[in-house]
């Protein structure tokens, strides 16, 4: 059992592979364990001895497709589910090594921090853990997307999440958890995702080079003409594509039938990541994504910053 009135950090050290999602850059990545208060410390090892950056939204700079923390010549992106494998596993002190300006895209989702560290286990510290409790409620809603994060006073950490992206696809979809909910088997597994018809402006933007049929559920909201899903392959280097009935590319099945709502659960977790400090309170997001995501935890933050 986890004590959770107590800081935690790694057992071991774990080395990540892969490439950027949107720089398409190889990076190698490696998390070890820090000492107690520290929080997470992303080392861009590659920049030299003294590029340090802490993981707090006092940072955050970008939100398109991803979170992006600047601080002077030191840039970290799409670290949201590492943040979030962190969160979800009760772990608050790390040292983050890293050789390049964005965490490694893996799969798509947090499944290889999450086992990696699942396998051995985290370590209780001589230290207590300072949570931010709220005490009233507090809402944030941003008008021109319809999105949505209420945050009520609760016992310990909670988020209910809905999707709605108008999508006969999709439909709506609603992901939860709680400190009963197991993150490494539940949540952490659940992939990023992207409409079909969103690929070619991203390409376009100079986002996800690193992007591949791998490490993203891609949905296909309308049929498509085989020769388009054939170029596409092509650029995938990939033999053939096809629609699935269920609306999905045919090239992965999904983990979970709302693999979506648990993977933008994933990625608020990551970005309340950014607040400093674990909170107790029950979350309800309703059509999240990083840009409210990261405007309610420097709220959260400067809250921290007075208080604990």
Same mark, same amino acid.
Do not use: W
């Given at each position: 059992?986890?004590?959770?009135?107590? #800081?935690?950090?790694?057992?071991?050290?774990?080395?990540? $592979?892969?490439?950027?999602?949107?720089?398409?850059?190889?990076?190698?990545?490696?998390?070890?364990?820090?000492? /107690?208060?520290?929080?997470?410390?992303?080392?861009?090892?590659?920049?030299?001895?003294?590029?340090?950056?802490?993981? =707090?939204?006092?940072?955050?700079?970008?939100?398109?497709?991803?979170?992006?923390?600047?601080?002077? #010549?030191?840039?970290?992106?799409?670290?949201?589910?590492?943040?979030?494998?962190?969160?979800?596993?009760?772990?608050?002190?790390?040292? =983050?090594? *890293?050789?390049?300006?964005?965490? /490694?895209?893996?799969?798509?989702?947090?499944?290889?921090?999450?086992?990696?560290?699942?396998?051995?286990?985290? =370590?209780? #510290?001589?230290?207590?853990?300072?949570?931010?409790?709220?005490?009233?409620?507090? +809402?944030?809603?941003?008008?021109?997307?319809?999105?949505?994060?209420?945050? @009520?006073?609760?016992?310990?950490?909670?988020?209910? @999440?809905? *999707?709605?992206?108008?999508? $006969? =696809?999709?439909?709506? #979809?609603?992901?939860?958890?709680?400190?009963?909910?197991?993150?490494?088997?539940? *949540?952490? /597994? +659940?992939?990023?995702?992207?409409?079909?018809?969103?690929?070619?402006?991203?390409?376009?933007?100079?986002?996800?080079?690193?992007?591949?049929?791998?490490?993203?559920?891609?949905?296909?909201?309308?049929?498509?003409?085989?020769?388009?899903?054939?170029?596409?392959?092509?650029?995938?280097?990939?033999?053939?594509?096809?629609?699935? /009935?269920?609306?999905?590319?045919?090239?992965?099945?999904?983990?979970?039938?709302?693999? +979506?709502?648990?993977?933008?659960?994933?990625?608020?977790?990551?970005?309340?990541?950014?607040?400093?400090?674990?909170?107790?309170?029950?979350?309800?997001?309703?059509?999240?994504?990083?840009?409210?995501?990261?405007?309610?935890?420097?709220?959260?933050?400067?809250?921290?910053?007075?208080?604990?």
């Amino acid at each position: 059992m986890i004590n959770f009135s107590k #800081q935690h950090t790694l057992a071991n050290s774990y080395t990540f $592979k892969g490439k950027g999602l949107h720089t398409g850059l190889s990076v190698t990545m490696t998390i070890k364990p820090a000492k /107690p208060n520290t929080g997470v410390l992303f080392h861009r090892v590659d920049l030299g001895p003294d590029a340090y950056i802490n993981a =707090v939204s006092d940072y955050v700079t970008t939100t398109s497709r991803g979170t992006t923390l600047e601080k002077g #010549q030191v840039k970290i992106s799409t670290l949201e589910h590492l943040m979030a494998t962190l969160y979800g596993m009760h772990i608050d002190n790390v040292l =983050v090594e *890293i050789d390049a300006p964005e965490v /490694p895209i893996l799969d798509g989702s947090a499944k290889f921090f999450a086992d990696a560290i699942a396998a051995d286990g985290i =370590v209780e #510290q001589d230290a207590e853990r300072k949570y931010l409790e709220i005490k009233e409620n507090i +809402c944030f809603r941003d008008d021109a997307t319809g999105s949505e994060i209420v945050i @009520l006073p609760y016992d310990s950490l909670a988020v209910n @999440l809905m *999707i709605d992206f108008n999508s $006969k =696809v999709l439909g709506n #979809q609603y992901a939860r958890f709680n400190q009963h909910v197991d993150f490494t088997k539940e *949540i952490a /597994p +659940c992939r990023t995702f992207v409409f079909f018809h969103e690929l070619e402006p991203l390409f376009k933007n100079n986002l996800i080079k690193g992007g591949d049929l791998d490490n993203a559920i891609i949905v296909v909201e309308h049929p498509v003409p085989q020769e388009e899903l054939d170029r596409l392959a092509g650029i995938f280097n990939m033999q053939s594509l096809e629609r699935a /009935p269920e609306g999905y590319l045919n090239h992965l099945e999904l983990r979970f039938s709302n693999e +979506c709502a648990r993977h933008k659960l994933l990625d608020i977790l990551g970005d309340f990541a950014l607040i400093g400090a674990p909170i107790k309170g029950m979350i309800i997001g309703y059509k999240t994504g990083h840009r409210i995501n990261t405007l309610m935890a420097s709220k959260l933050r400067e809250i921290v910053k007075k208080t604990i």
